[in-house]
């Protein structure tokens, strides 16, 4: 996997002295606005489209699958971060699959330990964060090159990014597969007639093809006001 499109904006390869402009030397807003808009990791990269398309059948599975990528993706991020200068570079990435694992391993327990049923319907898909190219990507890209406080902000927002478009897909998938969300009635089977195409893998595809032309009208418009 290439990670030329995963590297950080320009002007934000290093966070300075956090005194003068905000939030690491004012470049806080600019990584977490790139990392969770203009370059989504899912809507403009489409990377992640595994467990996008596999889980997010129903609302509860996105949120708790964005949940476990935002703690997988923050906490190795962090500690990848603190651990750059100390890592030799011919195990680096051996180390950062292994501090990723252990991130995916906890809260892969936590969820068979106290939501058992939702670590039955997630399935595979949470030990897989492991290989996750979002994950290993900015660990890659950014972390490993940047000061703690920026790597989170950077990990954070990708994390969310992806969080987002889940959960956006899966409140379409299950309001017009099922009529719910959140296992609330929403569309009355008396007059809505359950869509079924929405809960098998082609109604992920359908939904997510329109959120990328979305995307993509949304930046083709901010290309065309400059």
């Not at 990392?35 to 609302?59: D, E, F, H, K, M």
Request: some cysteine; hydrophobic content about 50%; aromatic content about 10%.
């Amino acid at each position: 996997m290439s990670t030329a499109n995963l590297e950080s904006p320009a002007g934000a390869a290093s966070c300075g002295p956090c005194q003068h402009h905000g939030f690491c030397d004012g470049k806080g807003l600019a990584v977490f606005k790139e990392s969770s808009w203009t370059s989504n990791a899912v809507a403009v990269q489409t990377l992640g489209i595994c467990p996008t398309l596999a889980v997010t059948t129903r609302l509860e599975n996105s949120l708790v699958m964005g949940v476990a990528m935002i703690f997988v993706c923050v906490g190795s991020s962090f500690m990848l971060s603190l651990l750059r200068h100390t890592t030799p570079r011919r195990i680096r990435l051996i180390a950062s699959v292994a501090v990723i694992a252990t991130f995916v391993i906890l809260i892969d327990q936590f969820l068979k330990a106290f939501y058992w049923e939702m670590s039955r319907q997630l399935g595979p898909y949470v030990g897989l964060i492991i290989t996750n190219c979002i994950v290993l990507g900015r660990a890659e890209a950014f972390a490993m090159q940047n000061k703690p406080q920026l790597a989170v902000v950077d990990a954070a927002a990708a994390a969310i990014g992806f969080a987002g478009i889940l959960a956006v897909v899966g409140t379409v998938r299950e309001l017009l597969g099922e009529g719910t969300v959140l296992g609330f009635t929403v569309l009355d089977p008396q007059w809505y007639t359950k869509n079924l195409v929405m809960v098998l893998a082609p109604g992920a595809f359908v939904v997510m093809g329109f959120l990328i032309a979305f995307f993509n009208w949304v930046q083709a418009r901010n290309v065309d006001k400059r």
